[in-house]
């Protein structure tokens, strides 16, 4: 069972270069959304898409941007890289709709530095 | 905004001690709570919820209850072994998810 899948693991980036992350869910869920873990401040919500066509951002959405072209893809575009963008990113999916209780499923992350 | 605090880390202990992690919410709505832990190199991955005062949500010998009069998620586990140690998130789900900082448990055989 593939879940949710994030590519690549793990990219260098040159400060001003652009690029995208992927991530792939096969569980056809209309919520997926896109985190940042920094140490010691948890994971902080970038963007966010509740269904094909629909996105909208979340605590720290400057310097991303998604679309959402298909239910089953939610890629997240650094649009020109920084220092202040090194992190882990992680890609989460649920079947949520409009209920608050059901559970997000994560990829295993994308660790990204920007030199 | 909706928030979420705990304790901070990181927490080690000895095989067969007992782990609370303390966890505290601030939340407009009546929020669903959860706890997700991390295992090195992977995603989070859900351990148990609750969604509704007064509910006990438990998985894998882990225990918390949903008080509403204190805010409160703190997690519990009686006797934790060293495949526990991992990196415990508290998170409250109000129509978005928003997740505490993390604390990282490691357990020493």
């Known amino acids: 069972n593939a879940g949710v899948t994030q590519t690549p693991k793990f990219q260098v980036l040159k400060t001003g270069q652009s690029m995208t992350l992927q991530c792939a869910q096969d569980?056809?869920?209309?919520?997926m959304s896109w985190y940042r873990q920094d140490p010691g401040m948890g994971l902080r919500l970038i963007h966010y898409?509740?269904?094909?066509?629909?996105?909208d951002q979340g605590e720290v959405p400057n310097g991303y941007n998604v679309s959402r072209s298909t239910t089953e893809d939610f890629p997240l575009r650094l649009l020109s890289a920084a220092p202040s963008q090194t992190s882990v990113y992680f890609c989460?999916?649920?079947?949520?709709?409009?209920?608050?209780?059901?559970?997000?499923?994560f990829g295993q992350g994308t660790r990204l530095t920007v030199v | 905004g909706d928030s979420v605090t705990q304790m901070e880390g990181p927490v080690t202990l000895s095989e067969e001690a007992f782990l609370t992690i303390n966890c505290t919410y601030t939340?407009?709505?009546?929020?669903?709570l959860f706890w997700y832990v991390q295992y090195p190199g992977e995603g989070l991955q859900l351990l148990l919820k609750?969604?509704?005062?007064?509910d006990k949500g438990s998985n894998k010998g882990f225990e918390a209850t949903y008080r509403k009069e204190t805010t409160s998620f703190h997690l519990e586990k009686g006797s934790v072994q060293v495949s526990d140690s991992a990196v415990y998130f508290c998170?409250?789900?109000?129509?978005?998810?928003?997740f505490g900082a993390g604390t990282t448990v490691t357990v020493r055989a």
């Open positions: 989460a999916s649920s079947s949520r709709g409009l209920s608050r209780h059901t559970e997000a499923f």
């Open positions: 569980m056809n869920h209309e919520y």
């Open positions: 898409s509740v269904g094909a066509g629909i996105t």
């Open positions: 939340a407009t709505g009546y929020p669903s």
């Open positions: 609750a969604t509704k005062a007064d």
């Open positions: 998170a409250l789900d109000d129509y978005k998810l928003s």
